[in-house]
């Protein structure tokens, strides 16, 4: 039986085409792959063997160059059929994209059906076109096999079946139309070459003319496309057309060329005329160094090419009469301040330069650093940096980044974008700004990212609204808004993803800083990294970590900082940045007013994550982080998000009592239950009270009480019930539970008790038999019923005593961050509030009169007398009349009550406090108050509080109070 492939090989071979044997999947069966391709069959007979089949090299090896049309396949690698069809998209792609452009008669040539039904068109260059390389994928499903390929032949056969010739006509030429196109895709570009201009003279002309030809005598199978290399060297330096086919033309003499294709000339000066892709100088001299051995004199021509292309004066030395170069600084800086308008220098010695087609380059010094170089690469690395910093020091403004950018424009790559008109606005170098590198879509829909919410929040029909808002404080180019959104998770929930996936891509790495909080608090240097960004994105995953709450306040609260810098003065910056901490555990702060004050919100993720294996999470990362899918996101925040969010801020915001009863819920619910039950008066200490309860309600008194041998009573209360208490508590609120058994969750609920500052201590004790641990001191009332709580999270924002009390200022106190501005207007207003009351006081004992001073006297000795009885009850206490905001604190507070009032104004009579009509809905919690003993005289101690709970600490108290010395 004759062997098909055998027949094939040989009249492939007589025909002198290069071929090499390979399997049915179309692997090489070769030891050098490629390279053992032969045009010699008794040499085809040794590589081959039975059940080879066969392939043809690509390139300009065979002139065979094969546009591979595929086809679509599934997973398994298969033809995809629809209809009965096999779908062809590569031949789709090929006829939209030429034939039906051109003319389909040029494009006829010898064609081939593939193993898997695509088609194969086989094609060949004339003499004077410059080879092809091979391109994959120059269209979908679209390959040229070049040079470096080859294709299988018929008559192979593959695992779909054989190679065969449908179109049997001779190969044809490639048209024009595509082989432009792929010429464009392969050629190399020299258009950007530095330019130097050829001084020509006689000598010069003559040295060029030699030059030329001594290269040309061995072009290695390349001199069209060195031809076409030279002539734009020589059209990029507007050398005349008419001169460089002169040279040509002088040096073809010199060898005796019989032709020159000048058609390869013009083709080089069109293209520099129409700004295309250009071989120039770069590549002339590279192919001449690539054939080094083939040239007797090559130091001499390279040595005379480099005097011809390369000797100019350089525009960073002076040249002085004994021909030695002097670098000169000054002239360096001019030149290249020329080419580089608009440069700024910051303080932290970052340039930017603006341009009015994308805004302001971050990068430029490096830019610069390289236009340097690609001008004069003799020039030192020093001399470079003597250029950058004078540069810096000429263009250094303090100003130009304090002029931001309204927050009605923001900054994309193509202009500024107008939320107000929804229009695009050139760049605007008045202001300064980092571009977001994203694309606006109108009226785009998010998609993915609003599916994901609903997926991975807790409540995504509350919490939804915050994290768009979120994204849009991202966007803010002036940040009004103190805070910090918390993302409250474990592990697994989503967190990550959206701060590392979508608002880091979402902004631009630029414009974003992820520090470790640690590391900043720890290593001062690293402050530089956060500042002048439009979010930072604290991330503290390790269970255990002790957030470094006091960065986090600075930070927040706007605060200006002094930011070292290596070897130079620090630089007083302030942080106004959206800052979002995700982390999977609550770590409860000291009870400090100002951390209540900076959380905004508090959103919580489910486990949603964990449900999924590793590719599917990945594949939710992919396609939220799509550039499509973040354009489509950012359009939506700014047209439907961002322009709201700009006026009013957040629509749910904490305030500052929300924000401290959400984190503490969060971190700790035992602490939210003691609170509870304490303001219900069911945390018992008195033994007799104990006793009554039990009584009242039948419980065993030997589970609370303890009698002791000296004759007194202890009363205690067992951790595993307390636990089962809690428990019940979280149950009825949706809260994570404890654990009996985990020593941890007694822990927990011993620093909630230790946080309410309940005296109690360890207490071990037998009951029938079994041991029990207990804290003892205290004895918490079990539930008759599921204590509930307050989960109203639309609150108005955040208010301050102050906001209403500054009605000369145009601006909100409480606003300002913290620091010697707000500080000063706080006393100020402080101080007027105080003598308005003292001159209120005064007033009252001059009206009284003499005649009444002897009663007023009595009344006051009997105040004082009965002073111990009237603790606790400020309706028993005579306090001054008239408007009252300051009101006396003593330290030892713990002893006295509290009353609720509505608003800022509070009316004072003869006996009670009395909340103004029509008053701000904002509560407020007035602490522990008691009279001074002597209204006639200065009152100690009195002070303004911004109370936010029943609680205020002796730490508080030091701060928050005038003190003695008023």
């Not at 069966?29 to 008794?42: E, R, S």
């Not at 057309?241 to 083709?267: F, G, M, Q, R």
């Not at 005296?759 to 205290?778: C, D, L, Q, T």
């Not at 009663?855 to 105040?863: I, T, V």
Request: proline share 4%.
């Amino acid at each position: 039986m004759t062997n098909e492939i055998l027949e094939a090989a040989k009249k492939y071979c007589e025909n002198h085409i290069f071929i090499f044997p390979v399997g049915k999947n179309k692997v090489p069966h070769t030891i050098h792959g490629l390279k053992d391709a032969t045009n010699d069959y008794n040499q085809f007979l040794k590589l081959y063997k039975p059940g080879d089949q066969i392939a043809i090299l690509t390139g300009a090896i065979n002139n065979l160059y094969v546009i591979d049309c595929d086809v679509e396949k599934d997973n398994n690698h298969r033809p995809v059929i629809k209809d009965g069809k096999i779908i062809n998209t590569g031949e789709q792609n090929f006829i939209s994209q030429f034939i039906n452009k051109n003319n389909a008669e040029k494009f006829k040539t010898k064609t081939i059906k593939t193993q898997s039904g695509g088609k194969q068109l086989y094609y060949k260059l004339r003499n004077n076109q410059v080879s092809l390389k091979t391109h994959i994928g120059i269209l979908q499903k679209v390959d040229l096999k070049g040079d470096g390929g080859y294709v299988v032949a018929p008559p192979s056969e593959g695992q779909y079946g054989k190679y065969k010739i449908i179109v049997d006509a001779p190969i044809s030429i490639m048209p024009d139309e595509l082989y432009n196109y792929l010429y464009e895709l392969d050629m190399s570009d020299d258009s950007n070459e530095t330019i130097v201009p050829i001084n020509f003279n006689d000598s010069t002309l003559s040295l060029l003319i030699k030059t030329v030809s001594d290269i040309f005598k061995h072009p290695n199978g390349k001199g069209n496309e060195m031809l076409m290399a030279f002539s734009g060297a020589m059209a990029l330096r507007n050398i005349s057309i008419e001169h460089t086919k002169e040279i040509i033309k002088e040096a073809a003499n010199l060898n005796k060329w019989p032709d020159v294709n000048y058609s390869v000339i013009d083709n080089s000066y069109n293209k520099a005329k129409n700004n295309k892709k250009v071989l120039g100088y770069t590549t002339f001299k590279n192919d001449v160094i690539s054939n080094k051995d083939q040239y007797e004199n090559f130091d001499e021509i390279i040595k005379n090419l480099e005097l011809i292309f390369e000797h100019y004066e350089s525009p960073f030395y002076d040249i002085d009469g004994h021909n030695v170069k002097h670098f000169n600084k000054e002239k360096s800086i001019k030149f290249v301040m020329s080419k580089y308008t608009n440069l700024f220098t910051d303080e932290f010695e970052n340039l930017y330069h603006f341009s009015d087609l994308d805004g302001w380059h971050t990068d430029v010094e490096n830019e610069i650093k390289k236009f340097i170089q690609i001008t004069d690469n003799s020039i030192s690395e020093h001399n470079i940096n003597e250029i950058i910093a004078g540069i810096k020091h000429i263009t250094y403004s303090k100003e130009f980044k304090n002029k931001k950018l309204p927050n009605t424009l923001i900054p994309i790559p193509s202009g500024l974008y107008n939320v107000e008109t929804k229009k695009l606005e050139p760049h605007n170098k008045n202001f300064f700004y980092k571009n977001i590198e994203r694309k606006y879509i109108s009226e785009a829909n998010q998609l993915a990212f609003d599916c994901f919410l609903n997926k991975i929040l807790v409540n995504p029909k509350k919490d939804k609204r915050t994290v768009y808002e979120s994204l849009a404080w991202c966007l803010l180019n002036d940040n009004n808004i103190q805070g910090m959104v918390i993302f409250y998770g474990e592990g697994g929930n989503g967190k990550g993803i959206i701060q590392n996936d979508v608002i880091s891509n979402l902004l631009g790495r630029e414009n974003v800083a992820m520090p470790d909080l640690n590391r900043i608090a720890n290593y001062p240097f690293e402050l530089q990294s956060i500042a002048n960004k439009k979010a930072l994105l604290f991330s503290e995953s390790v269970k255990g970590v002790t957030y470094n709450w006091e960065i986090l306040k600075r930070i927040t609260g706007h605060d200006y900082e002094n930011i070292p810098i290596k070897n130079k003065p620090s630089i007083l910056s302030q942080y106004q940045s959206a800052v979002i901490l995700s982390t999977n555990q609550l770590i409860p702060p000291k009870d400090e007013l100002a951390i209540w004050r900076r959380i905004i919100n508090i959103v919580e993720f489910n486990n949603f994550l964990n449900t999924l294996n590793p590719d599917e999470i990945a594949k939710i990362m992919a396609q939220l982080s799509n550039p499509s899918e973040l354009d489509a996101l950012f359009s939506f925040i700014i047209d439907k998000i961002y322009p709201e969010f700009i006026k009013h801020g957040f629509t749910h915001r904490y305030n500052i009592k929300t924000a401290k009863e959400r984190y503490l819920m969060k971190s700790n619910p035992a602490i939210t239950y003691l609170k509870l039950k304490e303001a219900k008066d069911e945390i018992l200490i008195d033994p007799d009270d104990v006793l009554n309860y039990c009584k009242k309600h039948g419980l065993d008194e030997n589970n609370c009480i303890s009698a002791n041998r000296d004759g007194t009573v202890t009363v205690f209360e067992i951790k595993s019930a307390l636990i089962k208490q809690v428990n019940q508590f979280c149950k009825a609120n949706h809260l994570p539970k404890y654990d009996e058994q985990d020593r941890n969750s007694q822990t927990k609920l011993g620093q909630a008790i230790h946080y309410l500052d309940l005296e109690v201590s360890e207490f071990r004790k037998r009951i029938n038999g079994k041991p029990i641990h207990a804290w003892s001191g205290i004895f918490v009332t079990p539930d008759d019923e599921d204590l509930k709580i307050d989960d109203n999270d639309d609150r108005n924002p955040e208010n301050s005593a102050l906001d209403n009390d500054n009605k000369g200022h145009n601006f909100d106190l409480n606003s300002l961050p913290e620091g010697p501005v707000k500080q000063s207007l706080i006393e100020e207003h402080e101080q007027k509030e105080f003598e308005k009351q003292k001159e209120q006081q005064n007033e009252d004992n001059k009206n009284a009169g003499n005649s009444e001073n002897k009663d007023s006297e009595k009344a006051k000795e009997g105040n004082e007398g009965n002073n111990e009885n009237n603790k606790g009850n400020p309706e028993n206490i005579i306090m001054p009349k008239g408007k009252a905001h300051y009101y006396q604190v003593l330290k030892n507070f713990n002893k006295y009550d509290y009353s609720f009032f509505y608003g800022s104004d509070i009316s004072c009579n003869s006996s009670k406090i009395i909340p103004k009509k029509g008053s701000s809905e904002t509560s407020y919690v007035l602490l522990k108050l008691i009279i001074p003993d002597k209204l006639n005289k200065t009152p100690k101690g009195w002070g303004l509080f911004l109370a936010d709970s029943q609680e205020i600490s002796e730490t508080d108290f030091n701060i928050l109070s005038k003190g003695d010395s008023q």
